[in-house]
């Protein structure tokens, strides 16, 4: 079976992870092998990325440029470790970001020159291209709303400005309208469970096509 790269995208707090580990769920129990990963962090190096990009580091700021390398570093790895050899053993990855989230964020939000970010994605991927983006599209200040009431606390990017973060998602926005087909927009705002039968209806479309059943 043709290994497929399905990936969630969305402000801080759309609900990616738990839609992903319902889909997940939902896939195995149709027999289809599944790999759950995410960006930045799907590798062992990935993760000493993430803890750097992440973490609330007050005397330690991270360039902006940096931040972008960091995160194409991250990508890079991962591509090479994790999707493309899972791909090719024919599995279906549910991946936690990947190169539309470097557009919304620092194409967007950070306003980092476009043309380049576009490059350095596709320096990072070598043109490997999500099958299927499902952007979970929810207002902002909804998803940061849920993250506060998480334990964890914001991280350094969940505590950027509503500006900023607005950017991010006006990037969705406008990445969405510019891919119909690979990007798919669901409303993040409703249940849990009204977001996944949503998502597995679309899925569930594009298996009969993958499959071709
Ligand atoms: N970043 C970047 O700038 N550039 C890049 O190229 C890449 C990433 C790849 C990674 O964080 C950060 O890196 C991210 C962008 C930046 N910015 N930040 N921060 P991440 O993706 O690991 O973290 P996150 O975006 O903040 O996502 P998250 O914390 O993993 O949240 P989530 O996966 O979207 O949501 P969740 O964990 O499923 O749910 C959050 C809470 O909401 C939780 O309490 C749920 O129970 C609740 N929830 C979820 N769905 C619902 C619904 N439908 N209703 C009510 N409550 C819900």
Known sequence: MEGRLIVFEGVEGCGKTSQMQLCSEW???????????????????????????????????????????LYA??????VEQ???????????ILCDRYTDSTIAYQGYGRSLNMSLIEQLNYIAT????SDLTIWLDVDVEVGLARKRGQEAGLDRIEQETIAFH??????????????????VRVDGSLTKEAVQQ?????????LKSWLAF
């Not at 570093?73 to 991962?78: E, S």
């Not at 949503?198 to 594009?206: A, C, E």
Request: glycine letters at 10%; zero cysteines; a neutral charge.
């Open 27 to 69: 896939l195995q129990s149709l027999d289809i092998s599944v790999l759950l990963t995410r960006e930045p962090g799907g590798t062992e190096l990935g993760l000493q990325l993430r803890r750097l990009l992440l973490e609330k580091a007050e005397n330690k700021p991270i360039t902006e440029v940096t931040e972008l390398l």
């Open 82 to 92: 994790e999707l493309k050899p899972n791909l090719a053993a024919g599995k279906y």
């Open 166 to 183: 607005r950017l991010v998602q006006q990037g969705y926005a406008e990445l969405a309208a510019s891919h119909p087909t690979r990007i």
């Open 126 to 129: 070598g043109g490997l291209a």
């Open 73 to 78: 570093a991250d990508r890079a790895q991962h």
């Open 198 to 206: 949503i998502i597995q209806g679309i899925l569930g479309d594009r």
